[in-house]
Antibody, heavy 119, light 110 residues
Framework: QVQLQESGPGLVKPSETLSLTCTVS????????WNWIRQPAGKGLEWIGR???????NYNPSLNSRVTMSVDTSKNKFSLRLSSVTAADTAVYYC?????????????WGQGTMVTVSS | EIVLTQSPATLSLSPGERATLSCRAS??????LAWYQQKPGQAPRLLIY???NRATGVPARFSGRGSGTDFILTISSLEPEDFAVYYC????????????FGPGTKVDIK
């Protein structure tokens, strides 16, 4: 079955760029939306944005100026870059698949990766 | 921007009881409303999509209903594994393709 795995640095310095990758295994990256969601410790979920296999993107308006998402279909991976990070960006970051026939709900999630912003 | 409000923030119930969780949107979200369950240390799990459709493998005790701005998730008889945090989520029609989560309702054991 399809599985997602996030990877990337667990520690990022303030003002630098956070970069994460999500690897899709057990299925194709094509024909789906791929999402990033984050969750600060003890808090709720925040949708960051999504990317389609064509490269089409939608971003959370509150993060739009700092977010870039991309997809590499040859490697079955998609990526998140978040620039100019601050301590407020410290969170568990999840990748998830959006399935159009389910109203684009997120049916498969990665286990999450903790990212801390600190000098 | 559509804002989702969930109530109550915490619901204290006993196994076997019925749980009714509310999600209210600041404006109509049509049918693009989903519910997720999250247990400590785990990723969220999709329960309900398009207001009332159960995701694959979700037990029949979970049901969703609603329309417009008011939505309900019902757990007919709580099992021990149902004690968790529940989030609603909507997808906006304009701007298209923007998702928002509610703040969550924690269902804990009374």
């Amino acid at each position: 079955q399809v599985q997602l795995q996030e990877s990337g640095p667990g520690l990022v310095k303030p003002s630098e760029t956070l970069s994460l990758t999500c690897t899709v295994s057990g299925g194709s990256i094509s024909s789906y939306y791929w999402n990033w969601i984050r969750q600060p410790a003890g808090k709720g979920l925040e949708w960051i944005g999504r990317v389609y296999n064509s490269g089409y993107t939608n971003y959370n308006p509150s993060l739009n100026s700092r977010v870039t998402m991309s997809v590499d279909t040859s490697k079955n991976k998609f990526s998140l870059r978040l620039s100019s990070v601050t301590a407020a960006d410290t969170a568990v970051y999840y990748c998830a698949r959006g399935l159009e026939r389910l109203g684009n709900a997120f049916d498969i999630w990665g286990q999450g990766t903790m990212v801390t912003v600190s000098s | 921007e559509i804002v989702l409000t969930q109530s109550p923030a915490t619901l204290s119930l006993s196994p076997g009881e019925r749980a009714t969780l509310s999600c209210r949107a600041s404006q109509s979200v049509s049918s693009y409303l989903a519910w997720y369950q999250q247990k400590p240390g785990q990723a969220p799990r999709l329960l309900i999509y398009d207001t009332s459709n159960r995701a694959t493998g979700v037990p029949a005790r979970f049901s969703g209903r609603g329309s417009g701005t008011d939505f309900i998730l019902t757990i007919s008889s709580l099992e021990p594994e149902d004690f968790a945090v529940y989030y609603c989520q909507q997808r906006s029609n304009w701007p298209r393709g923007i998702f928002t989560f509610g703040p969550g309702t924690k269902v804990d054991i009374k």
